[in-house]
């Protein structure tokens, strides 16, 4: 028994030394893996950095300085560790069991993110894989630096990701990925924020990635947020919808119980009514204002954006601008205030009920300033003075002179002549 175990441990001794020289040929091992990992995944491998091997407790290697392209992709990646059981390299590749896959600052060229760290646990082609993420957004596209004051996206879950053959081009395959569930946290500003999600993002066959990502992409993802404060609006809990197709991305937001800053509606309905020689409809309003339902659809497609949000009574519409790079916004439209309801908090008289009042949205996405133009909605409400007053001038002016038409002229102009007035009234 003795000769035994001393003979197995000797037999050990010499493999292990055996692969070990085996393995230092890194020169070698790396040429092979380029052409390996090139032709089974599609795109042109180059590993540029050191390649070092792990052979106890656990199988596996550590690359650095890792480039993946084709002609429409570029990918550099800092560093990569995988964990591989020996049995493992026995099977096809595509049938591996990865006991870990670590990567390290990943760089997309022309993408306004950057992967600073993604692990994967016990990954296989098409099984459901624990997983968390780290990425940042950055101040261009890449290559560019980390957006000033942004904090990073911190992503946890569990995710199927799968590769199917391209009809499109033979030679290369289409990302798959299914996000069973995932828990998301970042911070905006100064204000925490975290959701779960679940959803889907697969790879269009044949899209031409560098005209917009946007369209190399369909998506659906379903995400329930907690409570959240964005600049002047809060809610205790929302649920979002976001489709990507076609290269439009649609999102729909839903909440509930919360509120909202109007202190600049409270400014220009002031300044409104006074002009316009009616009470002051602001007076009792608060400067937070509690809402019961908050209904917003938005849309994205070539930076294009248009955006539609109702608050209870107020709705605001607006289209413009929202750069994919920056996440800088332009928007400019309309707050109308349609009859107050019995729970209602802003109610105006019959004068500005559903009076369009300019409204804009501008500068970074996750604090942007909005609220109503002040001085165009005095604009407005001197336009509606005009037509006020025309309107009043025009009926007592008007009826006395129907009156006349009446007793003095013949009848066969009467009619004409009352077409006339009409016509210099308006």
Partial sequence: MKKFLFTLLVIVALIAGAASYFLSDSERIKSQLNTELSAASGYQVDIQGDLNWQIFPSFGLAISNVKVRDEETQIHISKLQLGLSLLEITKAPESWTLGRLVLSEVRVKDADFRLQRFAMQDFSLGKTTPFQAQLVFLQAPEPSEIRA????????????????????????????????????????????????????????????????????????????????????????????????????????????????????????????????????????????????????????????????ANIDNLRVTMAGIMKQSSGELDLKGNLTIREA??????????????????????????????????????????????????????????????????????????????????????
Avoid: H
């Fill in 149 to 308: 004051g942004a904090a990073p996206v911190e992503i946890t879950g569990e995710m199927i990701y799968r590769l199917q053959p391209s009809k499109a081009n033979p030679d290369s395959q289409l990302t798959d990925l299914t996000l069973v569930q995932s828990d998301i946290k970042t911070r905006i500003e100064q204000t925490p924020l975290s959701g779960k999600c679940t959803g889907r993002l697969q790879e269009v066959d044949g899209a031409d990635n560098q005209a917009d990502a946007l369209s190399a992409y369909t998506s659906q993802l379903d995400c329930t947020s907690s409570e959240f404060n964005l600049n002047s609006l809060t809610w205790p809990e929302s649920k979002v919808t976001a489709t990507l197709a076609n290269g439009r991305l649609d999102a729909t937001l839903d909440a509930a119980n919360g509120s909202v800053d109007i202190r600049k509606l409270k400014e220009t309905l002031a300044a409104m009514s006074m002009l316009i020689g009616k009470k002051n409809y602001a007076e009792s309003l608060p400067d937070m204002m509690r809402y019961q339902n908050l209904a917003v659809t938005g849309s994205l497609q070539n930076e294009q954006t248009t955006l539609d």
């Fill in 341 to 426: 309801k019995e729970n209602d908090a802003i109610s105006v008289g019959p004068a500005l009920t559903d009076l369009p009042l300019p409204f804009y949205c501008k500068g970074a996405a996750g604090s942007p300033d909005c609220g109503p133009d002040k001085d165009a909605a005095l604009s407005v409400a001197k336009d509606l003075i005009k037509k006020e007053t025309k309107r009043f001038v025009e009926e007592k002016i008007q009826g006395p002179l129907l009156e006349e038409l009446e007793d003095k002229l013949p009848e066969e102009f009467r009619e004409g002549a009352k077409q006339l007035l009409n016509l210099f009234g308006r």
